[in-house]
């Protein structure tokens, strides 16, 4: 039985955290590690046991398309995506992936392999998740290009499209831009009710989800895409089976175990992972605005309420990212840096620098000492150029 | 405590099973099934126990140039090297990989994108691991290009040798071939003492080992990399974080559990991984010479005998591939197939058509029906053209 307690530390406990700390606060990256108080909560139900027999083949079902997909996984995913109700997987292909980063260019892949022009152009609408960038230009490959923002791209020809929805860096719920006949990789890491209202199933060609950000496994490196067309779906297995032979057989046993624990209680108030995770992001995000709000000098997006299917109430976004701004123009990673936080810089987001990108899935520790060092910034009012 | 019994089936065993069984036998992936037999026999004493609490984090160790490696897999790696002596892991960096498939894809772009001229000439003398090709290809990317057999290869310029030693196919020892001042990928995959002599302690700037190919583990796709230059291995980890965002730590943890295990008891007679392996590939080698030697329809590679250092004494090589060769011009992997036996064509590894390669780590059962059905077209003379 796991409660719903979220540990608000009280500030002079923060006060004496940072006081005891002078250490750098990375909330560069999005290391979900704010969920594993739950998993402890949890403490042996979610356990693995794998004797040293066990998984030796690279193969997992040679009858399915995606020929290194754990059968047990499949049905894990389709009863988690059924609960929620937040996509749909009826005639769909499932691929999984070493984390949904290997299958986002495992699709550009795919869906620029099968276009007959090439290079296929890239492009995602600003301000966009910065691994993108480095997906799409890191190889050179002749097969796609990097073209930048989704708002004013005008090329013409084959193009890819990168939406994600609620968006990494800023929360926004997007939809696609470009919206003539290309492709687009609908990326719904955060599409999930701790951090958004599901207001409806998704259903596209090509979806990505990530167990690292639904309940904060991101060392098993687990992902998955929900693929319409066999064609692509076999190109991405193709992709796959060069680029590593298919997918760690562990993380898949035990992504499979922790995704039918969360399905299985998903409706019980005090043990479902979704009621605290919600709990839990609306806890830090009513905290940071607070902080936010207490001054002059930063800026936060606002985000509209809307009715979450799973829920069955009106809900607010609560995003794994915070997109900090800064009233003044200025360099506000550099400003966040100096006071030992680490971001990442709105530039890198093809954006200004005066906003960057703050993970709110960090410990509970560096959570509030983050709140303490913007809490001091503010009062200091040391936002000169 | 393992005992060494090499399952033989008898003859009449097999027959039974070929008659009972007209499944068509996969010998064209190296999928190495064949040492199950040895990790039932440990029962339990490799299991792994995962709590879902743990190992969450996209981090292992940030001090580490490869920040996603586990630091007990890195001591268990060197452990292993230092009991069985075919690698010298001092002043090396170690890159943990998804498979050493992922590392060598890893390789290519660390040193093609450290390299002043673009692209960069890939090449491996024939017979080679076909996987290379597709590996430098199918990303069409402008940092390198393969350019196929390095013995007939007199482009000027940077470029890079896979090399393989025991080699697959054909399991014999090899050296670099271009000989200029390029660079080169030691693939040591098999360079294991159930497979070949250990005759010296390998000590290059670029050395690829796999779980796989060890133990049988293929499923935890696991591979590490030792690299001298920390330019070389930073971009490798460059790689793979934009590649995969690193490796699974469920797989680190159970190939660190089970690298361990055969460390410790390496020297046993009765438990070793090694001599179980050894014995077992012998046998399957004698078993298979028997056959085509019993005919005048096939050939096979002869390898010398060589003084093993783990061993102590004189042994020959019994590698993970068979080589087998036609008398007659003929396309071998046809006449296989009609015989229901599939393989690897000589042709995908850059040679003729009338040499296959056969996967010798099948399960016992396959491995004695694919001996009944070459045994079976010997004995019709059916090689016609
Ligand atoms: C929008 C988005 N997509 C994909 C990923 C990749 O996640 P993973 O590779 O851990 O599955 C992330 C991680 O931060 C993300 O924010
Ligand atoms: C020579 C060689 N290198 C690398 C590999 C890749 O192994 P893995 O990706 O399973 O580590 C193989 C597998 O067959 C191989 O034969």
Redesign the pocket.
Known sequence: MVGLEISKKSDSDSIKNNRLSDAVINLDQ?DPTAFQEYWMKMKDRCTVVIPGWDMMSYFSNTTDVCWFLEPELAKAIKALHGAIGNAATEERYIVVGT???QL?QAALFALSSLSEVKPVSIVAATPY?STYVEEASYLQSKLYKWEGDARTFDKNGPYIEMM?SPN?PDGTIREPVVNRSGKVIH?F?YYWPHYTPITRRQDHDLM?F?F??ITGH?GS?I?WALVKDIEVAKRMVQYLTINSIGVSKESQTRATTILNEITKICRNKSESFFEYGFEKMKSRWERLREVVDSGDTFTLPNYPQAFCNFFGKSISNSPAFAWLGCKEERDLGSLLKENKVLTRGGDRCGCDKKYVRVSMLSRDDDFDIFLHRLATIKDLKCIKP
């Open positions: 999005g984390g949904s980063s986002c998740y994600t990494n990326d890491a990505l990530t690292s950000k991101a490196r992902g």
